[in-house]
């Protein structure tokens, strides 16, 4: 559905006198099969808006080439928005315009009749849990139903593929989880291939078959989830011992099970009472480590086995944790102000 | 015929929207009800000194331009909330012409313009204005081809900021010189000769002029064709320059 190769996108930048090329996206390599949810995840001007906006024809890519569904986005660029659906992270929607009247205009940009954009409006508005709302404007709907309201304008003339940029940003926990059951219909209920960007790890892991990170205008891993996470080496295991005066002794026994890190250092690590190493395969190693401390009578306060989440994956790929490339990345230039 | 389509599309958006906000409206037609009875009267006193008969057959012309240049310049900022909104870039995804989203709007536009105008013409018929109905025509086909081209400038450059705070100055700086040396309130001809060399460089100035030539009726006059010239061809580069705005892939 999605093939982009080497997809580079660069903008001008001018401080004070001094100009400058930022590279916002830098050779990108992509390829979404039909019917695949994909999740593209990145921090905060890593590049993730830019590309989908080159992917949607909204922006010319300074070098590469992209085929979307099955047409080339600069020289077929009318056939590309014919197929594709975009759910913006702007909006869609007029503040004061009614919102039935706002979608069937947008079914007949897409040359649809009067009339099958209203029934088609219609029908999504019940799918999406909007029925009642035909006549409200959106200034007046809740954060989640305008996010549904810009979905309905963005499927009113049911595409194949459908991107969606930062669907859930903004919204409270309850809006967020009712979203996602609404995207996650996107492929079920009418078989649309779906690529979505979004910075939430959690929303990734929930909603996509795979997952590609970019970090810095480049692609840094592109794969399913769980294999994604088997690069981290192991399970974190934690250990809470009862007796502080045996804590050096379970780190003893923990450590005959725990990986030893590139170095070939001791990867145990000692936090008051706490004990914890990454341990290849937990599930497995741990029963073996459970009879080893009660044969040398170490009680346990608790333990605990973390699968290795996409955080752990984003740190061990870029050496920075998620967050706080959040705070360090520059403000991506083509996204807008809020 | 697709694109005559699409642009309807844009345009009946745009009008259903407008209309749903009555101050909108009001403002609108009150604007040239105000000048003609606020500011008409003081030039009574003056005609002798303008050089004209009829005043009013004077001044409606010039309010014409005045309508079609200021109210089009602010068309723009309407644009800038409808891009924040997502507006613009979810009509850019569609396949409609790029050229029709522009359209629809300068048509929404011309129809407020329009609108304005036969009020003005009206109530100038109606307090003592002179003037062949032939020429009243031609006098506001001219005032719609430059308030279409103000109108138009202004969107291109509402897309290019896409920010009122840099916009609001920039239309200011625009409308300074043309409020001044065009004419529209008073004929340059009474003023002294370095400013009438000056005003020669103003486009509007030449517009006022040919309103005015064909309000009186002077069909032949040199300043009907240059008027007309200058508003075909402001309306031209406008337009393209509109446009190229709106087809720009980065807008």
């Not at chain 1, 024809?57 to 600069?74: H, N, Y």
């Not at chain 2, 536009?109 to 204005?129: I, P, S, T």
Request: net charge negative; with cysteine.
């Amino acid at each position: 559905m999605i093939h982009a190769r080497g997809l580079v996108q660069t903008f001008q930048t001018r401080e004070g006198r001094k100009k400058g090329e930022v590279r916002a996206v830098d050779g990108v390599d992509l390829d979404v099969a039909e019917g695949e949810v994909v999740g593209f995840l990145g921090p905060n001007g890593a590049g993730k808006t830019t590309t989908l906006r080159m992917l949607t024809t909204l922006l010319r890519p300074t070098a590469g080439t992209a085929t979307v569904a099955g047409f080339d986005v600069v020289k077929e660029s009318e056939q590309v928005r014919r197929s594709i659906g975009y759910v913006s992270q702007s909006g869609a929607t007029g503040q004061f315009a009614r919102a039935g009247d706002e979608v069937v205009d947008h079914g007949m940009l897409y040359g649809m009749s009067a009339a099958d954009a209203r029934r088609r409006g219609q029908e999504l508005f019940g799918q999406l849990d909007l029925e009642g709302l035909w006549g409200r404007q959106p200034k007046t709907m809740s954060g989640g139903q305008r996010r549904r309201l810009d979905i309905v304008m963005g499927l009113i003339h049911e595409p194949t593929l459908v991107f969606l940029d930062e669907p859930t940003t903004g919204l409270d926990p309850q809006a967020r989880a009712n979203l996602w059951t609404h995207i996650a219909d996107l492929r079920k209920r009418r078989g649309a291939t779906v690529f979505l960007t979004t910075h939430y790890l959690d929303e990734a892991d929930a909603l996509s078959d795979r997952i590609i990170i970019i970090d810095h205008g480049k692609i840094i891993a592109a794969d399913t989830s769980d294999n994604l996470k088997a690069q981290v080496s192991g399970d974190l295991v934690d250990l809470e011992v009862a007796d502080p005066d045996l804590v050096a002794e379970a780190a003893k026994r923990l450590d005959s099970i725990a990986e030893t890190d590139s170095d070939g250092r001791d990867a145990v690590e000692i936090d008051g009472n706490h004990v914890r190493a990454r341990v290849q395969r937990a599930g497995k190693a741990v029963p073996g480590l459970l009879a080893d401390l009660r044969a040398a009578d170490i009680d346990l306060e608790s333990i605990e086995v973390l699968r290795p989440t996409l955080d752990d994956v984003f740190l061990t790929l870029t050496g920075r944790s998620l967050r706080d490339a959040e705070s360090s990345a520059p403000a991506d230039p083509t996204s807008k102000e809020k | 015929m697709q694109f005559l389509r699409e642009s309807f599309i844009v345009f009946r958006r745009q009008l259903r929207m407008n209309l749903r906000n009555p101050a909108w409206v009001l403002i609108g037609l009150m604007q040239p009800i105000l000048y003609l009875f606020l500011f008409g009267p003081l030039l009574k006193p003056m005609a002798e000194q303008l050089g004209v008969q009829n005043t009013w057959t004077f001044f409606v012309p010039g309010m014409l331009v005045q309508l079609g240049m200021f109210g089009a310049f602010f068309a723009g900022f309407g644009l800038i909330s409808e891009w924040r909104d997502g507006v613009i870039e979810a009509e850019r995804v569609t396949p409609a012409s790029r050229t029709a989203l522009l359209m629809g709007r300068l048509w929404r536009d011309l129809l407020q313009l329009l609108v304005q105008a036969l009020v003005l013409v009206g109530l100038g018929y109606w307090v003592g204005m002179d003037a062949p109905l032939g020429g009243v025509v031609l006098g506001v086909l001219l005032t719609l081809l430059v308030g279409g081209a103000c109108a138009a400038a202004s969107n291109a450059l509402a897309l290019t900021t896409k920010s009122e705070d840099v916009m609001a100055p920039v239309i200011n700086v625009v409308m300074m010189p043309v409020l001044l040396l065009s004419g529209i309130l008073l004929p340059m001809t009474i003023g002294p000769d370095w400013l009438q060399r000056t005003s020669d460089f103003m486009p509007f100035r030449w517009i006022t002029d040919g309103v005015r030539g064909s309000f009186l009726g002077d069909f032949g006059a040199n300043g009907v064709m240059w008027g007309s010239v200058w508003a075909v061809v402001l309306f031209a580069i406008a337009l393209w320059w509109g446009t190229a705005t709106f087809r720009k892939e980065n807008a």
